[in-house]
């Protein structure tokens, strides 16, 4: 990969070097590598395996098959023997982490720093009156965007092929309340990674109600309260154009009472008609959530 910083901190982990490599073009980045091989490299492929998907688990199984075989052979043609002791596999990566006292909850917050930090992206979602930071994954492993989803408590929407012969790709994407999860998974992230979290949260500045609502302030709504005021419905039409009746509310709410700083009060919710940060495209299916 291209961030030295990352590949450095595995390299470590490994006790191996750090190779540069050649720029398969003159405008791309330089790519960096570090390498482990034979026993050590099968001892890590055991451990890591109950954490990857199927993709990978296949490849993992390959590999060492096939360098069971190999180092079968060259033992045999050594000793005079078909007799081969297996690989013993290493110990459970799940146990060791509960012996030093690792939650689940810890392990899959590192499982997800990981995916992001190699797949992820951490970016602002801005429109003319506010910014939300949003986290964003694709990939075409559905298994391990599922599972991403669940970590993440959102769904998962499946994109078609945007070219001929490419295959589908899965989003799982959060916005808002992103922000929790850039402050809790930045001191996992790279360097890059980090700079994107802190240019997105730079930008947030919500907007609370002092004192929101049990239910929806619209006449006739007896739905709870979502967010400004307003239910979950209610909300998310309120930035159309012709619900001018539920915007009227909305600023209503919205507008600073005697005594308060209008800072801590919600702003009328009004949204531009694009976005840097596009959701999940139009032609995108929705899966069922993952639970």
């Not at 390959?62 to 069971?68: E, G, N, P, V, Y």
Request: aromatic share 6%; proline share 7%.
């Amino acid at each position: 990969m291209t961030d030295r910083d990352v590949v450095e901190r595995v390299a470590k982990l490994f006790g191996r070097a750090v190779v540069r490599l050649r720029r398969r073009e003159p405008h791309h980045k330089v790519p960096y590598a570090t390498t482990i091989k034979g026993a050590p490299a099968a001892q890590l492929m055991y451990a890591v395996r109950p954490f990857l998907g199927t993709t990978r688990e296949l490849q993992i199984d390959l590999a060492i098959s096939s360098w069971q075989t190999r180092r079968g052979r060259r033992r045999s043609e050594a000793a005079g023997s078909d007799s081969l002791s297996p690989l013993e596999p290493a110990a459970d990566l799940w146990g060791a982490l509960r012996a030093h006292g690792e939650s689940q909850e810890a392990c899959d917050r590192v499982w997800i720093a990981g995916l992001l930090e190699g797949e992820g992206s951490f970016i602002a979602n801005r429109d003319a009156r506010s910014s939300y930071p949003v986290i964003k994954v694709e990939m075409c492993e559905r298994g391990v965007i599922e599972r991403a989803a669940r970590l993440l408590d959102t769904k998962v929407w499946a994109v078609p092929p945007r070219r001929e012969g490419w295959l589908p790709t899965y989003v799982a994407q959060i916005a808002g309340r992103a922000a929790k999860w850039m402050r809790e998974l930045r001191p996992h992230m790279g360097l890059r990674r980090t700079a994107a979290i802190d240019a997105a949260l730079s930008t947030y500045h919500p907007i609370r109600l002092i004192a929101p609502p049990l239910l929806c302030v619209v006449e006739g709504c007896e739905r709870a309260h979502r967010a400004r005021g307003l239910c979950n419905a209610h909300y998310c039409r309120s930035s159309r154009p012709q619900d001018r009746q539920v915007r009227g509310l909305h600023e209503l709410v919205s507008r600073p009472g005697e005594g308060t700083d209008a800072d801590d009060n919600a702003a009328p919710l009004t949204r531009s008609s694009s976005s840097f940060v596009p959701y999940p495209r139009t032609d995108a299916v929705e899966l069922v959530r993952t639970s």
